[in-house]
């Protein structure tokens, strides 16, 4: 019904007079459509703040990915670090704290996960670690280790996004540290979204690999990815969608497909190329790759913004925006709204107003208690968590 309404809007192309007519009330009266949009500040002072995830009591848990920090932060705004540098937790470019979720059983366990840089020794990777959160003492905890060995180079492409699917999963995108060879290597971590228990951090028994030899291979649901910045479940579907950066052009938005291949491959391809190949003759998606790639569900074409964190609009008060896809931006400082039909198919873009141009670089979304929408920025000092909400 959602998709249906919002295809009839664009076809109709008088999305406004046909949501009033169809009601039957005054235009006077008539709510606007697309709403205006009321945008607080429920966090300042921060650097990076790269995601967040809500708990079951309405209190959200947030990363910094430069401070390695996770802040708790409850409904009466009451702010505390449970999570402050621990040993090995590395940033360095690109790389930080930055995925966080927490388990499907937090009210019980307190346990969240976290995709962060680490350097020991001579350990250099990304991983996605468990803590458990004892409020009372206002600290998180080592739990384990759930996927260790994802690639890191200098801080480069580090991914790395997480969020829940079904039950106990976990799909974990990542990014391919900026190396040539990783996206479309089925036994690399990089460049890749993940899909593995959170409990165990193995891969299912009905991922694509599941059989294969090494471990990293049997987590893989995708690949050929170059920097994935968001996953986000679509509440009506359960489909899981991603989020990545493209090179000089073609920012992404895909649809996971189960055993997909994305297309990014930057190896050499002439005598001159870099190893590191993100010329002209690398395409975000290269079809000319063995097999079939999956083209992406929108791009940015030539003029790239910098898509990263992104979740999906829910609640009758966001009007025709019910059930977009909110993708923050960090160089085109703005929040923009994708609206697909229920064949994936794009049908509108919107970017308000009230979050175009007027906080600098956006970073992450996540849709919290009430359908309200948190947006993050990333511009290095005095960075905010954005509270945004339709206009009633
Ligand atoms: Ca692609
Ligand atoms: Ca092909």
């Known amino acids: 019904m959602r998709a249906r309404r919002v295809v009839t809007a664009v076809l109709g192309g008088a999305l406004c007079a046909s949501a009033t007519l169809a009601g039957g009330a005054p235009a006077a009266t008539a709510a606007a459509d697309p709403p205006p949009l009321d945008v607080r500040v429920v966090q300042a002072g921060l650097q990076h703040p790269w995601a967040l995830t809500f708990l079951p009591d309405g209190s959200m848990l947030y990363t910094q990915r430069d401070r390695l920090s996770v802040t708790l932060r409850d409904p009466q705004g009451r702010s505390t670090v449970v999570l402050s540098r621990p040993a090995g937790m590395w940033s360095g470019g690109e790389t930080g704290l930055m995925g966080i979720e927490k388990s499907a059983d937090f009210a019980r366990s307190g346990v969240f996960y976290t995709c962060h840089g680490y350097r ?12 458990r959160l004892d409020r009372s003492a206002g600290r998180a905890t080592f739990v384990r280790n759930v996927v260790v060995g994802l ?18 999963s976990l799909f974990i995108g990542t990014g391919d540290a900026a190396r040539g060879g990783i996206p479309q290597s089925l036994t690399s971590g990089g460049g890749k979204v993940l899909r593995v228990s959170a409990t165990t951090g193995r891969g299912y028994d009905d991922n694509p690999w599941a059989s294969a030899r090494t471990a990293m291979q049997r987590r893989v649901w995708t690949y050929g990815h ?3 910045q968001g996953v986000v479940r679509q509440p009506s579907t359960g489909q899981m969608w991603s989020v990545e950066q493209g090179s000089y052009r073609d920012d992404e938005v895909n649809v996971l497909v189960k055993g997909g291949n994305y297309g990014w491959n930057p190896v050499p391809r002439a005598s001159g190329d870099p190893d590191y190949n993100e010329g002209a003759n690398s395409p975000m998606t290269d079809d000319s790759l063995p097999g079939t790639q999956r083209q992406a569900a929108w791009r940015s074409g030539t003029s790239t913004v910098a898509t990263s964190g992104a979740d999906f609009v829910s609640g009758s008060g966001w009007g025709s925006l019910d059930g977009a896809l909110a993708v923050a931006t960090l160089k085109g400082t703005s929040l923009r709204l994708l609206t697909f039909d229920s064949s994936r198919r ?6 308000p107003s009230e979050l175009s141009g007027t906080y600098g670089r956006l970073r992450g979304v996540q849709r919290g208690p009430g359908g309200v929408l948190y947006v993050t920025t990333s511009n290095g000092s005095d960075d905010k968590i954005l509270r945004v909400a339709p206009r009633g």
């Open 151 to 168: 690639p890191s180079s200098t801080g480069r492409h580090g991914g790395c996004a997480l969020r829940r699917g079904k039950a106990d």
């Open 226 to 228: 170059r920097n994935v």
């Open 346 to 351: 794009l049908v509108r873009q919107y970017t």
């Open 120 to 131: 020991s020794g001579d350990v250099r990777d990304v991983r996605v670690v468990a803590w």
